[in-house]
């Protein structure tokens, strides 16, 4: 008689409520067939995978001990949330993820109610779980806070602002280390294991309450002995001293792929009267699929693969992308100039500055997930006549933004900033946009802003930058490849505030900033063939603008259009406001401004994107006909006597 097929586990559970169905025993199955469920995914649409994996038995555990989503359990980062996805209810729609329309590759509050805080940029769960433990004490409400975040985002300084202040959620709040890199800990195996038990169950935690009450009646020496003998005797074999000194009440290291270790632990801490707690768990990046575990970045982004040989999809050959562009430009430059020295947070590979730190490793500092640190790092370097490269992504320079104003700006330092990732970024949606950079900085006094159109401009721009000693001074560039266009043997210095003149016409002006500038090009076509004669700009310059050549666009052409991708309040607000303070719009000129929309757009096909904000050529197109009121008879007329 034939066996009846065996059904998958992870079919039966929906949701965390089903997965609290199961036996202690079934956990390991499912697991197994989670890590594999992930793999299939993420195989089909590409994303973050190493770290996915390495949380697999922990995602697992949470959700088996604690009741999610009354408990409320907040992701650091939430680039690792992938299997937590599936196991609350959006299996069926795990293979969109980071797609138009489909599922955020970070956790999103708008997504599910399991997802009470939405993250992507690193540091900041214990801060929400603070919050959410908080907030239920003082509604006398039933949940704990729960945060896991990994030892990279130990290097963020928020993280330890929410520790010091953590001491009043009490037992409601419970951090995880999720220590994917061994950086913090030292090695484990049963004896930790024990000892992570042993130190977190209700005996030893009762007894501990006992002895503190006992020994606050001894003598004041003997009561502080007998403190400094058990955190010692604890630190010594766990290392958790420096978590004790901000107030929480640590536990580990343990396995985080021993589900039979992690189950008693957690369902300790969960039951547990002191607090708050945290347990230190060490997995690996890419755990149970031997491409990511090979892997010298444990495939931490992927693009599509194939699951059985783990081949990633490779992109057809092109031109280099933006930060190598950068990040060979800068190389070189140092070659003669010794003063010139890069700075990146936690993104060496992603900024280009790799290749900087291969040829000059003494001049290159990645300071980790410091932003604020590394800005004003970078200002004292430039203080003291070094001429310091701090690479960051746009999106991340935000969390840096009072250092950038009161370390830099104010003091007229001159740090230069090469701003990764300007602009819409794919899918990674609207969490990694650089949206907003330029409104942000040129609002600054003192500061120089640039935007790249193409990758010849970042290299004479990226040299323009290390030349200009006079004050702090940024250039912007989009995520992924250039244009083709050929790079200078020779980089040129340009004249700061000075744009250059692309196209000359009569009627109308194209005034772009940034990589638009190919759209702008193929409107001006559109246009001619219209007979609507058109001039395009580079401005090259956000700040100081190009005040003699914007003069003279908007007083010799019937309309003139601003493209620029940034939010409102960059480069079309400061042409507006120099137009209407040099009273340039009061004879009749016509001009208009594109930008990225007033919303923060989703993931999508960076083509989808700019399609769906408007900042194509055939939408510069409409703008510009719209503002002549323009019809295709008549049009066709003019053209005619034309």
Not at 488 to 502: A, C, D, F, S
Not at 514 to 537: C, F, I, N, P, Q
Not at 545 to 571: F, N, P, Y
Not at 578 to 586: C, K, N, P, R
């Amino acid at each position: 008689m034939s066996e009846l097929p065996h059904t998958p586990l992870l079919d039966t559970v929906d949701s965390p409520a089903d997965l609290r169905k199961l036996k202690a025993s079934d956990l390991r199955q499912l697991a197994d067939e989670l890590r594999a469920e992930m793999i299939s995914a993420v195989g089909v649409t590409g994303g973050h995978l190493g770290s996915g994996l390495g949380v697999v038995e922990l995602t697992t555990a949470i959700h088996y001990v604690f009741n999610t989503p009354e408990d409320r359990l907040v992701w650091d980062v939430g680039h690792q949330c992938y299997p937590h996805k599936i196991l609350t209810g959006r299996r069926d729609r795990i293979r969109t993820l980071r797609m138009g329309g489909g599922l955020s590759g970070f956790t999103k509050r708008s997504e599910s109610e399991y997802d009470p805080f939405g993250a992507a940029h690193s540091s900041t769960s214990i801060s929400a779980a603070l919050g959410f433990a908080i907030a239920n004490k003082l509604n006398d409400a039933p949940g704990k806070g729960i945060a896991v975040i990994g030892d990279g985002s130990m290097s963020a300084g928020m993280a330890y602002e929410a520790m010091n202040n953590a001491e009043q959620a009490g037992n409601r709040l419970v951090v995880i280390l999720n220590d994917n890199d061994m950086s913090i800990a030292p090695p484990v195996g049963g004896l930790s294991a024990y000892l992570a038990r042993m130190v977190s169950s209700s005996e030893y935690l009762g007894l501990r309450s006992l002895a503190k009450k006992v020994a606050r009646r001894l003598p004041r020496r003997v009561h502080s002995a007998a403190e400094k003998a058990e955190e010692f005797t604890r630190g010594m074999v766990t290392g958790g001293t420096l978590f004790e000194e901000l107030g929480f009440y640590y536990v580990g290291p343990i396995d985080g792929h021993n589900l039979d270790h992690l189950i008693p632990v957690l369902e300790n801490v969960r039951d547990a009267k002191e607090g708050p707690v945290l347990v230190h768990v060490v997995t690996k990046k890419g755990k149970g699929y031997a491409p990511a575990e090979n892997a010298a970045d444990k495939y931490h982004g992927v693009q599509k693969f194939d699951v059985i040989t783990g081949t990633q999809a490779k992109a057809p050959p092109g031109p280099p992308s933006y930060q190598n562009v950068f990040g060979d430009t800068l190389a070189k430059l140092a070659e003669t100039d010794e003063r010139i020295c890069a700075i990146t947070a936690a993104m060496p590979s992603g900024t280009g500055v790799d290749k900087f730190a291969a040829a000059h490793p003494d001049r290159s500092f990645d300071v980790g997930i410091a932003e604020q640190h590394a800005v004003t790092f970078a200002a004292g370097l430039a203080a003291q006549g070094m001429r310091p490269f701090c690479a960051i992504y746009s999106t991340f320079l935000q969390r840096a933004y009072d250092q950038v104003v009161h370390d830099v700006a104010i003091q007229n330092l001159p740090v230069r900033f090469a701003i990764d990732r300007a602009g819409l970024v794919g899918a990674d949606g609207s969490t990694h946009a650089g949206s907003f950079d330029v409104t942000y900085l040129a609002t600054l006094p003192n500061f120089v802003v640039m935007a790249a159109a193409d990758e010849a401009e970042l290299v004479h721009m990226t040299y323009t930058a290390a030349e200009h000693d006079s004050g702090p001074i940024a250039v912007r560039y989009p995520r992924g490849n250039g244009t083709g266009v050929a790079l200078p043997e020779t980089p040129q210095l340009l004249e700061i505030g000075k744009g250059r003149v692309v196209r000359e016409g009569k009627k109308v002006a194209i005034l772009s900033l940034g990589t638009r500038l190919a759209e702008a090009m193929k409107a001006a076509d559109a246009l001619e063939a219209k007979g609507l004669s058109t001039s395009v700009v580079d401005l090259r310059f956000a700040k100081p603008l190009d005040q003699d050549l914007i003069r003279r666009m908007l007083t010799t052409h019937e309309v003139a259009v601003t493209i620029e991708e940034g939010s409102i309040g960059g480069l079309g607000a400061h042409v507006l406001t120099y137009a209407s303070d040099e009273g340039l719009i009061d004879g009749g000129l016509k001009l208009r401004t594109m930008r990225l929309p007033d919303v923060f757009q989703d993931q999508d096909k960076p083509e989808k994107q700019y399609d769906d904000a408007r900042l194509n050529a055939e939408h510069i197109v409409d703008t510009v006909l719209k503002a002549l009121r323009w019809n295709e008879e008549a049009g066709a007329e003019a053209g005619a006597r034309a």
